[in-house]
């Protein structure tokens, strides 16, 4: 079965600019989470969606961060404009309502 | 919200070590997942193990859900054990809630 899978990999971009991040979580999962790693703050959860809904979004940092569930198999995370204190890597995971979560391989993130 | 504390933050070993690996949580929790982050930087289930004792190979995990918390065993370490352990938890219909990890090394 394919895992949770997100797009870019990799992504380098010039401060200032739009930045999407995308992920396809596994097929039936119901749940979808939006995971930023840091060296001085770990793994801190942003956001997560139930049923394709928003359900707690505070940890997205600031209004520059943007997050849409348009269906049951496709998120995007959306940094606009992009700042070098956003370089990350970016996590997106998924579950089926009290099961395990997958994560997915992340995106690394650079702003310069 | 809850607090998840690993511990120790740091271990060193020479292979074929034992080793164990402990976390605290702050209230009941639904669910409880140790992960492997290799140096390639995937998080690679381990196990979900909201209560109770379970193996794989080398590796088992006990959790005491009364008493908030849980333990992994790493048996004959190998340098392939290298990398970091996060222990997370979550209460039913929330995300998961990471520790800081604690980072093996394992030389040959």
């Known amino acids: 079965d394919a895992g949770v899978i997100q797009s870019p990999r990799h992504e380098v971009t010039e401060m200032g600019q739009e930045v999407t991040l995308r992920c396809k979580p596994i097929s039936g999962h119901d749940y979808l989470f939006w995971y930023r790693q840091t060296m001085m703050r770990g793994l801190e959860l942003l956001i997560y969606f139930n049923n394709n809904v928003p359900i707690d979004d505070s940890g997205m940092p600031e209004d520059r961060f943007s997050a849409k569930m348009p269906n049951a198999s496709f998120s995007t995370l959306k940094i606009q404009p992009s700042e070098p204190r956003d370089s990350a890597v970016y996590f997106c995971?998924?579950?089926?309502?009290?099961?395990?979560?997958?994560f997915g391989d992340g995106t690394r993130l650079s702003i310069l | 919200g809850i607090q998840v504390e690993q511990s120790p933050p740091d271990l060193i070993l020479q292979e074929g070590a034992n080793s164990t690996l402990r976390c605290n949580f702050s209230d009941s929790v639904n669910n409880l997942q140790w992960f492997h982050q290799n140096p390639w930087g995937q998080l690679i289930n381990l196990f979900y193990i909201p209560s109770g004792t379970k193996q794989n190979g080398r590796l088992s995990a006990t959790t005491v859900a009364t008493e908030r918390y849980s333990l992994l065993y790493i048996s004959s370490s190998q340098t392939t054990d290298s990398g970091v352990y996060f222990c997370a938890v979550n209460q039913a219909g929330t995300a998961l809630i990471f520790g800081k990890g604690t980072t093996l090394s394992v030389s040959s």
């Open positions: 995971a998924s579950r089926k309502s009290n099961q395990p979560q997958h």
